[in-house]
């Protein structure tokens, strides 16, 4: 999504867009394993305002994704959503003197070149830093039993109070 700065008018511009769901494909391409896939458009709407070649932008994203339990392996679907807020400055020429120092709004601040600006790549990570550390299907899930793989969610299986891991079992001998 890109919009140059002279199409930004200095009351604001108000956008909706939506993306296909391989918006991100490019993007994760070197990702061995999926840890999802959408299931519908990127809804992304944007409020973008300039002073001067200051750019603010405020956005939405919202899309909805499939992932596998990280518990249990079953499928499940959930909304990922988020707002964020930008400021976008032209990018400073740094000399070749000695190095250049931030200051805090720097680091707080995004930066372009030229007269246009990307926001694909924001937009972008600002949809995935929304995936959760740990995909669960529910907070309860009680995952797959370690020896017969059964689904611990669908019933109980008859292994669970067999054996002793074989770790334990000096335990057995401590007296109390």
Known sequence: MKFRLEDIPREGREVESEQDPGWLDERLAREERKLFRLLGPVRIHLKLFRSGRT???ESRVRAEAEF????CLDPFSSILSSAYKATLKPKPQL???PEAELDR???E???????????TPILQDQ??????P??????DCRGLCQRCGRN???GTCQCADQEIDPRLEPLKKIQV
């Open 109 to 119: 601040t995004e930066f372009y070149e030229g007269d246009e600006i990307d926001l």
């Open 105 to 107: 709004d720097d680091l």
């Open 95 to 97: 000399s070749s003197g």
């Open 127 to 132: 949809l995935l830093l929304t995936l959760p």
């Open 134 to 139: 740990k995909s669960v299907c529910r907070e």
């Open 55 to 57: 750019v603010l932008v």
């Open 68 to 71: 596998s339990c990280d518990r």
């Open 152 to 154: 611990m969610n669908r």
